[in-house]
């Protein structure tokens, strides 16, 4: 089981909002930034949210990231049909001195 | 633009070893740590470890520690990972990325690692 724990599924609809949590600890989210992934089936996961809260350039502020104590949240409005994909937080945990992935969470668009 | 291309499926026997490359380019190859994550079929993402191009320096999880060995040849901006004693298991993805403001921002395209008999 992962050191840091997602849901491992989500549903909403389209132009819907839906949030994914992403739970650590003191080690890993409580003393380190948060980012998040989007992996397309057969295809290389895809960074959308870096040190909590930023989006790399291309990416859509549709997408939006969070991060409080030890518990970090990406957040997706205006839901399409292609927001379908499985979402990982990740991030460094000092304790282990390795790099952490959640489990993962499978985002289906009803 | 970063790219990182790596090399091609690998087909290997059980306790066979495989290594596998990743060409860096559009950054100065010593700048950031280079990253390997596994990807079994239809599972999650497992870190694997890192390589510090500039001094050869290497963070290994405990889950492959003792079967792997990444490093980097600053003479051609490639790093390699070498996974030793394959076993079935160890048919996945492998993926490289280099740690850019705290996180995986650019991933190779990936290498197919088959253990079969």
Same mark, same amino acid.
């Given at each position: 089981q992962s050191v840091l724990i997602q849901p491992p599924s989500a549903s909403g609809t389209p132009g819907q909002r839906v949030a994914i949590s992403c739970s650590g600890a003191s080690s890993n989210i409580g003393s380190n930034? !948060?980012?998040?992934?989007?992996? %397309?089936? #057969?295809?290389? /996961? =895809? %960074? %959308?949210?870096?040190?909590?809260? =930023?989006? /790399?350039?291309? !990416? /859509?502020?549709?997408?939006? #990231?969070?991060?409080? #104590?030890?518990?970090a949240s990406l957040a997706i409005s205006g839901l399409h049909s292609d927001d379908e994909a499985v979402y990982y937080c990740a991030g460094w945990d000092d304790s282990l001195n390795a790099w952490l992935f959640g489990g993962g969470t499978k985002l289906s668009v009803l | 633009e970063v790219q990182l291309v790596q090399s091609g499926a690998e087909v290997k026997r059980p306790g066979a070893t495989v290594k596998i490359s990743c060409k860096v380019s559009g950054y100065t190859f010593t700048t950031f740590y280079i990253h390997w994550v596994k990807q079994a079929p239809g599972k999650g993402l497992e870190w694997m470890g890192l390589v510090d191009p500039e001094h050869g320096k290497t963070i290994y999880t405990e889950n492959f520690k003792d079967r792997l060995t990444l490093t980097a040849d600053r003479s051609t901006d490639t790093a390699y990972m070498e996974l030793r004693g394959l076993r079935s298991e160890d048919t996945a993805f492998y993926y490289c990325a280099p740690l850019r403001s705290g996180a995986l921002a650019t991933w190779g395209q990936g290498t197919l690692v088959t253990v079969s008999s």
């Amino acid at each position: 089981q992962s050191v840091l724990i997602q849901p491992p599924s989500a549903s909403g609809t389209p132009g819907q909002r839906v949030a994914i949590s992403c739970s650590g600890a003191s080690s890993n989210i409580g003393s380190n930034t !948060v980012t998040w992934y989007r992996q %397309l089936p #057969g295809t290389a /996961p =895809k %960074l %959308l949210i870096y040190a909590n809260n =930023k989006r /790399p350039s291309g !990416v /859509p502020d549709r997408f939006s #990231g969070s991060k409080s #104590g030890t518990s970090a949240s990406l957040a997706i409005s205006g839901l399409h049909s292609d927001d379908e994909a499985v979402y990982y937080c990740a991030g460094w945990d000092d304790s282990l001195n390795a790099w952490l992935f959640g489990g993962g969470t499978k985002l289906s668009v009803l | 633009e970063v790219q990182l291309v790596q090399s091609g499926a690998e087909v290997k026997r059980p306790g066979a070893t495989v290594k596998i490359s990743c060409k860096v380019s559009g950054y100065t190859f010593t700048t950031f740590y280079i990253h390997w994550v596994k990807q079994a079929p239809g599972k999650g993402l497992e870190w694997m470890g890192l390589v510090d191009p500039e001094h050869g320096k290497t963070i290994y999880t405990e889950n492959f520690k003792d079967r792997l060995t990444l490093t980097a040849d600053r003479s051609t901006d490639t790093a390699y990972m070498e996974l030793r004693g394959l076993r079935s298991e160890d048919t996945a993805f492998y993926y490289c990325a280099p740690l850019r403001s705290g996180a995986l921002a650019t991933w190779g395209q990936g290498t197919l690692v088959t253990v079969s008999s």
